[in-house]
């Protein structure tokens, strides 16, 4: 009897523990700041701001916006990803909107403005820096990239965006080249002048040399010219002496 009382008096407790469990589960997972459910509201609604609220308010209404409603927060896991991927871009698109950056109006095609975009995909690739050390997989259809598939498995982009990345180096690759080629022609230009160069001076130096030899050569026949005459001049002189005798 005791033990069956016992047994009953547990059973309220473990109840009361499970129920408290679940309310604190969904109050983690309940969003301060829920996203408004008409289909076009303003960039207030969407900041639950009023239009007196000032820039500080905005921005840090903006960072708790961003940390309930980004599609890797706990808050937003029992949404489906592709809603979670539009209410972040009309966040930032109504926090463009509010700061005086963007003049797009909801509805109408939000777009995130270059510094955003430059967010976006820095955390883009953070999460697949992050996946890919972890070997989890390529998912063009996650908001950020990546999917929690199995380890192991090979990259599954789309074969458009593999042309378009391959097309990307290309274009690096030629840019390099048609940056780095001037360097190698003007260095192959300026070794060929300087053999011009040395080419002409060698020559120059041999012409002279051979200009002074040439010219030794000259006045040496020029000398043994006036010997041979001198001589010839002296026996004619004999001859005559002789003669006269």
Not at 107 to 132: C, V
Not at 183 to 207: G, P
Request: aromatic share 8%.
């Amino acid at each position: 009897m005791t033990a069956r009382l016992s047994c009953r008096g547990r059973i309220p407790s473990a109840s009361a523990g499970l129920r408290a469990l679940i309310h604190s589960r969904l109050a983690s997972t309940m969003s301060q700041y829920p996203f408004p459910r008409h289909p076009r509201p303003t960039p207030h609604q969407i900041f639950h701001l009023t239009h007196s609220a000032s820039q500080a308010d905005i921005k840090s209404r903006y960072y708790e916006l961003v940390r309930e409603h980004h599609p890797d927060s706990a808050h937003a896991q029992h949404i489906p990803a592709s809603e979670r991927h539009s209410r972040f871009q009309s966040i930032t698109a109504a926090y463009e909107v509010l700061t005086g950056k963007s003049r797009l109006q909801l509805g109408s095609g939000l777009r995130s403005s270059p510094s955003d975009s430059d967010m976006y995909e820095e955390l883009r690739r953070r999460r697949r820096a992050h996946h890919r050390s972890a070997g989890m997989d390529f998912d063009h259809d996650h908001p950020f990239g990546f999917a929690s598939g199995t380890p192991g498995r090979e990259w599954t982009a789309r074969p458009d965006e593999r042309w378009k990345d391959w097309s990307i180096i290309f274009v690096g690759t030629a840019c390099f080249i048609i940056g780095i080629a001037p360097i190698f022609f003007s260095h192959s230009s300026d070794k060929r002048h300087m053999s011009a160069v040395q080419h002409l001076a060698q020559a120059r130096s041999e012409a002279e040399e051979y200009g002074m030899e040439r010219r030794r050569e000259i006045r040496r026949r020029v000398r043994e010219y006036q010997l041979e005459q001198e001589e010839r001049d002296a026996r004619c002189s004999c001859d005559h002496k002789d003669e006269r005798k």
